[in-house]
């Protein structure tokens, strides 16, 4: 899957010439159902770009998405329409997601609005159900946005977004905004719903500490690229990818004891652009190990144990 913008001319970005941005560059990967796949990166990666790219919010430049063993990527917009359901996404900024000039109600009932139904009985119902559900009381229904704190807000967001009872979630950035106590209760709320209503997540954010609680696998991209997946429990005890080795790096211990003994190895320099990403490699310029051949030739993603691939120069099975 590839989404590549064509972007500048005319002195935007600084361009002269007009150039593409190859945001998400040739990745394939799978999410099962009812897992969680954590989808971790430094801002511009592409990490958003994909999640929108499952969804169709966005269409790819090439490649194919299928859901359930049907590909959707080309289907005309009333086919698509059953998928819809089936697929929500939950942003980083629940203000801005949230339209404030409408009540929690109305903000909840949208989506079933959306797909056909009348503001009933039976959609208040529903609507009213789903704010339990998120941990709201119900005297919430008619009051607007500005009335909650950001955890509060990012509960009516998740109830907006289930209330389709929907499969997949994308979840971008969900927490990512919000204090580490209040991250905490809202993971622990998307995994009691997960339980309860069979979701499965694509749980997007930019540093692995996020991503530990609620993860089954988790996915590291680089510049566009997906540069190492493993299961959980690979990714922070045994990482390969020189990348994903510091990204484990920078996440603080969670034990004094271990914070000591832990050598920190710091990423050195900033994320090289997209429009310009280096050859070979895209890693090349920041990592310790490089070594000739990553300057000239870009690695594949190989898989190097069942359910563990890396794409990396070091790693020849
Ligand atoms: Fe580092 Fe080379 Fe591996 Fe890229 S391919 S991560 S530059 S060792
Ligand atoms: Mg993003």
Do not use: W
């Not at 590839?2 to 972007?7: I, L, Q």
């Not at 959306?114 to 789903?130: S, Y």
């Amino acid at each position: 899957l590839s989404k590549h913008f064509e972007v500048g001319g005319g002195g935007l970005f600084g361009l002269r010439k007009p150039a593409t941005l190859k945001a998400v560059d040739e990745v394939s990967f799978t999410i099962k159902a009812g897992e969680t796949l954590g989808l971790v990166g430094e801002s511009g990666c592409g990490k958003s770009t994909l999640g929108r790219l499952l969804l169709r919010l966005i269409e790819p430049t090439s490649g194919r998405v299928a859901f359930d063993g049907n590909e959707i990527t080309g289907i005309g917009r009333m086919e698509m329409r059953g998928f819809r359901r089936s697929m929500q996404i939950i942003f980083q900024d629940p203000y801005g997601a949230l339209n404030p000039r409408m009540s929690v109600e109305d903000i909840i009932a949208e989506p079933l609005l959306i797909h056909g139904a009348r503001m009933n009985a039976e959609t208040r119902g529903k609507v009213a159900q789903m704010l339990e559900k998120v941990g709201l009381p119900a005297r919430a229904l008619d009051r607007f946005p500005h009335e909650f704190s950001g955890g509060q807000r990012q509960r009516i967001g998740i109830a907006r977004a289930l209330v389709l009872h929907p499969r997949l979630i994308v979840c971008d950035e969900a927490v990512s905004a919000l204090d580490v106590s209040v991250q905490a209760q809202i993971v622990n709320l998307l995994q009691d719903l997960q339980r309860e209503m069979g979701l499965t997540y694509l749980f997007i954010a930019h540093d692995l500490s996020v991503v530990r609680h609620i993860s089954d696998r988790v996915a590291v991209m680089y510049l566009g690229k997906m540069v190492e997946v493993a299961d959980k429990a690979t990714i922070y005890a045994a990482p390969l990818h020189p990348y994903t080795q510091a990204l484990i790096a920078a996440v603080p211990a969670q034990h004094p004891a271990q914070r000591s003994r832990g050598k920190r190895q710091r990423i050195v320099g900033d994320i090289p652009s997209a429009l310009n990403p280096p050859s070979g490699c895209r890693f090349h310029t920041r990592c310790p190990h490089v070594m000739p051949v990553c300057r000239e030739t870009a690695p594949p993603l190989r898989t190097t144990a069942p359910g563990h691939q890396v794409a990396c120069h070091l790693i020849d099975p």
